[in-house]
């Protein structure tokens, strides 16, 4: 399985972005993002579980939206109203034959 991240870049505090990931080498159901910032973990955002329920951390609830698009095999994050504590390099992975696969991480940074 092959992921491949886009999107990110710098915003100013209240602004979007939109970040890409398109999959490739298998069909994958559980999909998701997740971001680490400088000096923390890395830790779930988003995720799109078996039977697509939704998963999203508390912290990005009414702001960031998962999706896909499964004709053109890509996962998206939808991010509104971002702020500062947002920046991190973000990662799509996705979970195959019991296996997490990941992405090169696209960084998202976030100016105040």
């Known amino acids: 399985v092959q992921l491949q991240a886009s999107g990110g870049g710098l915003v100013q505090a209240g602004g979007s972005l939109r970040l890409s990931c398109a999959v490739s080498?298998?069909?994958?159901?559980?999909v998701g993002w997740y971001r680490q910032a400088p000096g923390k973990e890395r830790e779930s955002v988003a995720r799109?579980?078996?039977?697509?329920?939704?998963s999203y951390a508390d912290s990005v609830k009414g702001r960031f939206t998962i999706s896909r698009d499964i004709i053109k095999r890509t996962v998206y994050l939808e991010m509104n109203n971002l702020n500062p504590e947002d920046t991190a390099v973000y990662y799509c992975?996705?979970?195959?034959?019991?296996?997490?696969?990941w992405g090169q991480g696209t960084l998202v940074t976030v100016s105040s």
């Open positions: 799109i579980l078996g039977g697509g329920i939704l």
């Open positions: 992975s996705a979970r195959y034959r019991g296996s997490d696969w």
């Open positions: 080498g298998a069909s994958v159901t559980n």
